[in-house]
C-alpha cells in the first residue's frame, strides 16, 4: 500500500535533514493488513524526529540550513534493533580488566554499527561480579553516544538467533538476534541467513529486525517504524528494494545508518 505523505503539520521549524530520491521507503507499518511504503520518496529530519515522509523531493520542508542527502535510488528501513544481545561471555571475559573490557566491547558496537544497527537490547549475565564490571562498561559505552543501549526485559515471547535451528511460528512475531556472545555483529547479515533457511517474505524477516524487537523492548512508540514524530533512526540499503536486498551475493548493502539524526556510520552511495 502506498500514500503520498505523512506528516504532523505542527513543525513551525524547516527540516534540519533531508534525504530524498529514495527508490523505496519501508515504514515497517501496515494499513488494513498491507505495508505502509513509499516509491520515489523521501525523509524530512528535524534534529533527532522524523518530521514528515512521502512520495516526492520534500523540498517544501527545506530552507538554506537543511543539509541535502540524495539517496541515489536506494531503500529505507527503520534502524535495526537487536532485543536480547551479550557483548562478551564469561569465558572471554574472566580475566580481562575494565578497559580491555571496554575496548572488546567498542569492536563489537562498531561492527554492529557498520550493519545496521541502531539499538541494543542488553541481557543480564547470570554471574553477578561479570554483570557488575559489563555495567561499568555500558555506561561507558552510552556515553558515546554512537547506539542507543538499553536492558531487555528478562522474558520475551520469541527470540531467535541466527544460530537457532528452530524455525518461528507461522504468522507470529518473532525477533532476530545476532547472538548472545558476538557470534555475528552484523544483524543484517544474521536476517540474510535467516531468508536462505527459511525463504520467508522479506518484508517479514526486515520487520524481525525492527517492528518486533521494538515491541518486545517496549519502545514501539519510540523506534521500530518510520513515521512522524518517532526518533530518526533509519538505514540506507544500496538497492532499490527488500527483494534485492535479500537476494544480493554483496557482502554489505549499508550505505548509511543514521541514529537520531546522526549519521553514524557512513559506506558509500552509488550515483
Known amino acids: 500500500?502506498?500514500?503520498?505523505?505523512?506528516?504532523?503539520?505542527?513543525?513551525?521549524?524547516?527540516?534540519?535533514?533531508?534525504?530524498?530520491?529514495?527508490?523505496?521507503?519501508?515504514?515497517?507499518?501496515?494499513?488494513?493488513?498491507k505495508p505502509i511504503l513509499f516509491r520515489d520518496a523521501f525523509l524530512a529530519v528535524h534534529h533527532d524526529f522524523i518530521m514528515a515522509m512521502g512520495s516526492g523531493d520534500g523540498?517544501?520542508?527545506?530552507?538554506?540550513?537543511?543539509?541535502i542527502i540524495d539517496a541515489y535510488d536506494a531503500c529505507v528501513v527503520p534502524g535495526f534493533i537487536d532485543a536480547?544481545?551479550?557483548?562478551?561471555?564469561?569465558?572471554?571475559?574472566?580475566?580481562?580488566?575494565?578497559?580491555?573490557?571496554?575496548?572488546?566491547?567498542?569492536?563489537?558496537l562498531a561492527a554492529m554499527t557498520a550493519g545496521g544497527t541502531t539499538t541494543i537490547g542488553l541481557l543480564p549475565y547470570e554471574d553477578k561480579e561479570l554483570?557488575?564490571?559489563?555495567?561499568?562498561?555500558?555506561?561507558?559505552?552510552?556515553?558515546?553516544?554512537?547506539?542507543?543501549?538499553?536492558?531487555?526485559?528478562?522474558?520475551?515471547?520469541?527470540?531467535?538467533?541466527?544460530n537457532s535451528h528452530g524455525l518461528s511460528p507461522k504468522?507470529?512475531?518473532?525477533?532476530?538476534?545476532?547472538?548472545?556472545?558476538?557470534?555475528?555483529?552484523?544483524?543484517?547479515?544474521?536476517?540474510?541467513?535467516?531468508?536462505?533457511?527459511?525463504?520467508?517474505?522479506p518484508y517479514e524477516i526486515v520487520k524481525a529486525i525492527?517492528?518486533?524487537?521494538?515491541?518486545?523492548?517496549?519502545i514501539e512508540?519510540?523506534?521500530?517504524?518510520?513515521?512522524?514524530?518517532?526518533?530518526?533512526?533509519f538505514v540506507m540499503l544500496q538497492c532499490p528494494d527488500l527483494e534485492t536486498a535479500f537476494s544480493a551475493l554483496a557482502p554489505s548493502l549499508i550505505a548509511r545508518v543514521y541514529r537520531e539524526g546522526n549519521c553514524i556510520w557512513e559506506g558509500r552511495l552509488h550515483q
Do not use: W
Open 1 to 33: 500500500m502506498e500514500k503520498h505523505r505523512y506528516e504532523h503539520a505542527y513543525y513551525s521549524s524547516k527540516a534540519t535533514l533531508l534525504i530524498r530520491h529514495i527508490h523505496c521507503l519501508y515504514t515497517m507499518e501496515e494499513k488494513n493488513g
Open 59 to 67: 523540498l517544501v520542508y527545506c530552507d538554506k540550513d537543511t543539509k
Open 84 to 108: 536480547g544481545f551479550h557483548f562478551l561471555s564469561l569465558k572471554a571475559a574472566a580475566h580481562d580488566t575494565d578497559h580491555e573490557l571496554l575496548m572488546q566491547a567498542r569492536r563489537i
Open 131 to 162: 554483570q557488575k564490571r559489563m555495567s561499568r562498561v555500558y555506561e561507558s559505552l552510552r556515553k558515546l553516544h554512537e547506539v542507543t543501549l538499553m536492558d531487555a526485559p528478562a522474558q520475551m515471547d520469541t527470540l531467535l538467533c541466527h
Open 171 to 201: 504468522n507470529q512475531p518473532f525477533c532476530i538476534s545476532a547472538g548472545t556472545h558476538g557470534i555475528i555483529n552484523d544483524l543484517f547479515l544474521a536476517a540474510k541467513l535467516y531468508y536462505h533457511r527459511t525463504r520467508q517474505n
Open 210 to 218: 525492527t517492528a518486533y524487537p521494538a515491541a518486545a523492548l517496549r
Open 221 to 233: 512508540n519510540e523506534r521500530g517504524t518510520l513515521k512522524p514524530d518517532l526518533q530518526a533512526d
